[in-house]
């Protein structure tokens, strides 16, 4: 089926959408994303990706096109045209395309880029890898200083995509000096006794929304919370561990670098967590 996408304040099939070859977005990478969950067909979390995404574009100063409110009617739109039950949303803006390329950034007169899909996955909250866990590796973080701003240059984390099925796991989790910072796509956690760990914010990782609303449900279940650095070791010698985003929930993590965590499947932690999210978030959903 063609999609209707949202380009620059049109609907279009995505056969006729277009964006120019002078985006910046395309030459630089200069641009930052949303992605927003739908289960249900309803918006999971939209306010904290809307907060979020005025955070990303502040500290690039690139413009923000429009309001949250616009921007919520646009998804809206999106999942009603697309017929999506279950599925993802993907909001990309960039600094947009000034007509040549140039490292300077453009005078004000250039609009933001702005382009929305969708993405249907029938029964995205009942991934089969929420029951068996995934596993994951280690690779160094290479990535640039500000990973707290979510920009759209995701080529290190796709190689850790490929190092890991390169490596027959799932997904990677990046490491420097020593700790862990997060996986390729999600912030990572580890959990000791009654102890929840994942690492504190700061401009190392990205401020995931899920993270935040796991811990907030984590706190108000009375499960321990501790923001902090931990290292491979520690997590390969935890009870349990899993990573949290916004298109996989809560997701355990069974093996890291071949060693498994626990018992080797996932834990009543991060069981309990995911169905606590689940629950939550589809109740509140726009
Ligand atoms: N960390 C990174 C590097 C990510 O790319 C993502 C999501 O794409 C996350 C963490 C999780 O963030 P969220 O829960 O907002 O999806």
Redesign the pocket.
């Known amino acids: 089926m063609t999609r209707t996408v949202y380009v620059n304040g049109e609907y279009l099939p995505e056969t006729e959408a277009k964006v120019s070859i002078f985006d910046r977005g395309f030459l630089m990478a200069d641009g930052v994303y949303e ?1 927003t969950s739908v289960l249900g067909g309803k918006l999971i979390d939209f306010e904290g ?1 809307s907060k ?1 995404l005025e955070r990303s574009l502040s500290e690039l100063q690139i413009r923000k096109p429009m309001e949250n409110e616009a921007l919520l009617e646009i998804h809206r739109e999106l999942v009603a045209r697309n017929g999506i039950e279950d599925g993802l949303i993907y909001m990309q803006i960039t600094r947009g395309a000034p007509g040549d390329r140039d490292f300077a950034f453009p005078s004000d007169e250039t609009e933001p880029t702005v382009v929305l899909f969708t993405q249907s996955k029938p029964g995205l909250a009942d991934s089969p890898a929420a029951k068996t866990g995934i596993k994951v590796i280690s690779i160094p973080d290479i990535r640039w200083g500000r ?1 707290d701003i979510k920009t759209v240059q995701l080529l290190y ?1 796709s190689m850790g995509k490929m190092m890991a099925k390169a490596a027959g796991a799932d997904d990677a989790w990046m490491v420097e000096e020593g700790a862990v910072t ?6 990572a956690y580890i959990v000791k006794g009654s102890t929840i760990i994942t690492r504190q914010l700061g401009k190392e ?2 401020h ?4 935040a609303a796991v811990l907030r449900f984590a706190r108000e279940a009375q499960m321990k919370v501790e923001e902090r650095a931990f290292t491979i070791e520690e997590a390969q010698a935890a009870d349990e561990a899993f990573v ?4 996989t929930f809560v997701m355990p993590v069974v093996e890291i670098d071949g060693a498994s965590v626990g018992q080797g499947t996932p834990g009543p932690v991060a069981t309990r967590l995911r169905e606590i999210y689940l629950e939550e978030s589809r109740k509140a959903g726009l």
């Open positions: 992605v990706h979020r990973r984390p997060e996986g390729t796509s999600n912030n990782i990205l995931g929304i899920t993270r949290t985003s916004a298109s």
